[in-house]
């Protein structure tokens, strides 16, 4: 456990991005509405010790109903439309939605037009756009503190 | 790692066709011969639907059976590896399979609770409902528990909500093009999905990697176990609330990632793989980079391990959870570090002439107990043998190669890589230079039926610990 802890305090030390603390936050939930697992991937390591994303106060939070922006991955495959509008209308507001990565986006979408819907726009209103395939942890880091 | 020992193996697979009376028979031959069956697949095929089944050996073999009045007897009880093969095939090209009962729907959703859910019986048994949306960042899938109390009795899964239709959308697309329907399947084993790719076409058209191509492509899919596996132990970590554990293993999958960046240009290394070529390569200074970034990784990574190892608290929570033992992980087709972990030994490394591996021999846990010890621990052991095998391939040239035509060219292809996960498998059937049919089996798509099994018995509290202890992909079983 020493060395475990010993470790991340050094990475700690050597990630430090000199960003000072904010008052406000931010409070995220994810929706995978078919994507290829890479935005997930990316995604989770804005949590890791170089990104640490908790510093600035945002949060990944577990329901829709703790959410101030619903962050959504993937197409919208034809089996994920009703899940993905069911946890929109659970948020409460005011709400933000975001598009991460190109196939929310709707740019490049591989797979049958008859399984996709083909961009987050189709079904709820956007608010934010990260583009990338996938976006790295930084430039999502970015587009959410803009 | 003799690149010239594995010359003798023949390019494409042997294309067999039976009637559909002696569909079974043939199959049952198959197995008898002792090849290993891999997929199962059907096609459209000018009005009644056909059906082929891939089984592995030194020359692949290709069974393959029109149906009659849509309807092929069913094989599931030869092989019980094949029932999502035949309930896909059934959703996606209204094969009926005879004797395959109830034929469930797999890739199709239905409104009914009864058309895909197994009744459960008993003293106050109760169903928990969980997803498509899961409470972290997690892929889409269902999963629905029968529990007494907090004790598992059953588990149904329902999968395929992420399902894009890349293997149709493949179709009548250029050869060389298609590779990315394959490479957008699954971001984690981007890697050994579009080798897989690539491999079978050049399989089909009797094409053979030079040794720069074997090692570049080696380099690769070993670069891209790496990462999975640090992330792997991290999830594992995670899994049981052991927050120092998650976060140390997850920097390394950072430094991990960093280092693909670093050398291909993006942290998934997407699209460093292609047909008859390499798009990636390695100068002297990148190799000299890569071989010193992952000395330092695998000392780091051995530090840490020690220091779990010694963690009781974490290692209380491991042993005899999530048991698979090795009967069923051989029945079930297993693949990979988790089949590895039941004692079922196949590591389709060890039979992978068109890759650098030689005579690789895989890892096995000290304790084959296929729980999540077991699991977790060949991770480490593998992350081990890869720091090593990708030290010796950074000493060699890295900067790709052609392919030469050996045999004559062929409208079907296949080839098997073990990626991260184990085995993925992909049969192309071409057509005046395009793809007529894609199939990519994956190892998730082996492994996510074991998971059912593997909870049973278990208490609730304790699945999110299991399923991460097999760290199975939605996207790549969607497709």
Redesign the interface.
């Not at chain 1, 456990?1 to 802890?5: G, I």
């Not at chain 1, 949590?47 to 170089?50: F, I, L, R, V």
């Not at chain 2, 395929?160 to 890349?166: E, I, T, V």
């Not at chain 2, 992909?473 to 790549?476: E, F, G, L, P, T």
């Given at each position: 456990?020493?060395?475990?802890?010993k470790?991340?305090q050094e990475?700690k030390a050597e990630a430090a991005t000199g960003a000072p603390p904010r008052r406000t936050s931010l409070a995220l939930r994810?929706?995978?509405?078919?994507?290829?697992?890479?935005c997930?991937?990316?995604?989770?390591?804005v949590?890791?010790?170089?990104y640490d994303l908790a510093r600035f106060g945002l949060s990944?939070v577990?329901?829709p109903r703790h959410a101030d922006v619903l962050l959504i991955t993937?197409?919208v495959?034809t089996?994920?439309v009703e899940?993905l509008q069911r946890?929109y209308e659970a948020m409460p507001e005011p709400r933000l939605v975001a598009a991460l990565g190109d196939c929310a986006l709707g740019c490049n979408v591989?797979?049958?037009g008859?399984?996709?819907v083909g961009s987050v726009e189709r079904v709820l209103p956007v608010d934010i756009r990260i583009p990338g395939?996938?976006p790295?942890?930084a430039a999502i880091a970015a587009a959410i503190f803009r | 790692m003799g690149w010239l020992s594995a010359v003798t193996h023949t390019e494409a697979p042997e294309l067999r066709t039976v009637a559909a009376a002696e569909w079974r028979e043939a199959v049952s031959e198959a197995l008898a011969t002792g090849r290993r069956f891999t997929s199962l697949h059907a096609l459209d095929e000018s009005g009644d639907a056909t059906v082929r089944a891939l089984f592995g050996g030194e020359q692949p073999l290709l069974l393959s059976c029109r149906s009659i009045d849509a309807t092929v007897p069913s094989i599931i009880d030869l092989i019980p590896a094949a029932t999502w093969d035949e309930r896909e095939a059934h959703d996606l090209y209204g094969v009926r399979f005879d004797g395959h009962t109830p034929l469930r729907p797999l890739v199709h959703?239905s409104p009914t609770l009864d058309d895909w859910v197994v009744p459960v019986h008993g003293h106050n048994p109760y169903d928990v409902a969980v997803g498509?949306?899961h409470?972290?960042?997690?892929?889409?899938g269902h999963f629905r528990f029968h529990l007494v109390g907090e004790r598992i009795l059953h588990l149904d899964l329902r999968l395929?909500?992420?399902?894009?239709?890349?293997e149709?959308?493949s179709e009548g697309v250029g050869e060389r093009e298609a590779i990315?329907?394959v490479g957008?399947?699954?971001?984690?084993d981007?890697v050994a999905h579009t080798l897989a790719y690539a491999q079978a076409i050049e399989s089909a058209h009797g094409l053979w990697p030079s040794p720069g191509l074997s090692d570049t492509r080696t380099f690769l899919v070993e670069l891209e176990r790496i990462w999975n596996h640090l992330?792997d132990i991290a999830a594992i970590c995670a899994g049981v609330g052991f927050a120092?554990?998650n976060?140390?293993f997850?920097?390394l999958?950072?430094r991990a990632?960093r280092l693909n960046d670093d050398l291909s240009g993006h942290?998934?290394l997407?699209d460093t793989i292609a047909v008859g070529e390499s798009p990636f390569g390695l100068d002297r200074g990148g190799r000299d980079r890569a071989r010193a970034t992952l000395r330092e990784l695998r000392a780091?990574a051995a530090?840490?391990w020690?220091?779990l190892l010694f963690?009781a608290s974490f290692q209380a929570r491991l042993g005899d959870i999530g048991v698979v033992d090795k009967s069923l992980a051989v029945e079930l087709g297993m693949v990979g570090p988790a089949a590895r972990a039941s004692g079922h030994a196949v590591d389709a490394r060890s039979e992978s002439p068109r890759l650098s591996y030689g005579t690789f021999a895989a890892a096995h846990p000290r304790e084959r107990t296929g729980d999540v010890r077991a699991r977790l621990e060949i991770r480490a052991l593998e992350l081990d043998d890869s720091f090593t095998i990708l030290d010796e391939l950074a000493a060699r040239d890295l900067s790709g190669g052609p392919v030469h035509a050996r045999a004559a060219s062929s409208v079907v292809g296949t080839s098997i890589v073990e990626g991260a996960r184990g085995a993925s498998a992909c049969i192309v059937e071409l057509a005046g230079g395009n793809v007529r049919r894609l199939r990519l089996r994956t190892s998730s798509y082996a492994n996510w039926p074991a998971v059912a099994p593997a909870v049973v018995g278990n208490l609730l509290p304790d699945f999110p610990l299991i399923n991460k202890s097999f760290e199975l992909?939605?996207?790549?079983v969607?497709r």
């Open positions: 456990m020493f060395v475990l802890l470790k991340l990475i994810h929706v995978d509405a078919g994507s290829c697992n890479g997930e991937h990316e995604l989770q390591n949590s890791n010790p170089y990944l577990a329901s993937g197409p495959t089996r994920m899940p946890a591989l797979g049958l008859s399984e996709l395939c996938p790295t942890p | 959703h498509p949306i409470a972290g960042v997690i892929e889409s395929f909500y992420k399902h894009r239709g890349l149709k959308a990315r329907f957008r399947a699954c971001a984690a981007h992330n120092a554990g976060m140390a997850a920097a999958k950072e990632q942290r998934f997407f780091d530090t840490l020690r220091a963690n992909c939605y996207a790549c969607d």
